[in-house]
């Protein structure tokens, strides 16, 4: 099926705020997806829509939405990097989930990846990847990759939760879920 026929349940069956609840109780880790625009300028994302695909090759996706200011240089940068963030990494959630001109000013801890996609210090596990294709997902575009090299640490993961950010220490979690 063509993805512009997917229509889905009517809008009254399920409403935005009922979906996001639910969604919300899929526990995701958080990434912030980076890359470097064809004029050289460095774009970066936070996401929790990341995903694997498959093992061999090594594919993985995460989606973008269709109107956020980064999409256009997403969709034809040939190359982007999936920062895994750690515990310790709320502010560098924060920072690129929020629309800036330039998210990475004054940012310290960035290395340059393969084809200097920038790469952020301090993750838990990073991804560098081809951009290989894209389909929409309704109000999303699914950005598939295929990996050229990974990273990884033995740190805590930074946590999503129902809307919040947590950790794996109990302690940490929503009041109401203890
Ligand atoms: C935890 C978390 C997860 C997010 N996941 C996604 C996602 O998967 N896809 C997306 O398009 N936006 C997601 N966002 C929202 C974007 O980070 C936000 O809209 C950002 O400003 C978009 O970047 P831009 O303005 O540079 O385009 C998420 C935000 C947070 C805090």
Redesign the pocket.
Known sequence: MWDEEIVGCPPEAVTARELRTALGKFTSG?CVITTLSDDGKR?G?????FASVSLNPAMVL????RG????ATFTTAPRFGVNVLSARQKDL??R?????AD?FAGLDGVTTGLGAVPMLDGAVAQFECRNQFQRYGGD?LIIVGTVDLVRTWDRPPLV?FAGQYADLDPRHLPQETR
């Open positions: 958080v774009e994302i936070t996401v929790n829509s995460w989606s973008i939405a956020a200011p980064s999409s959630s924060t690129f989930s929020r629309p800036a998210k999303h999503f």
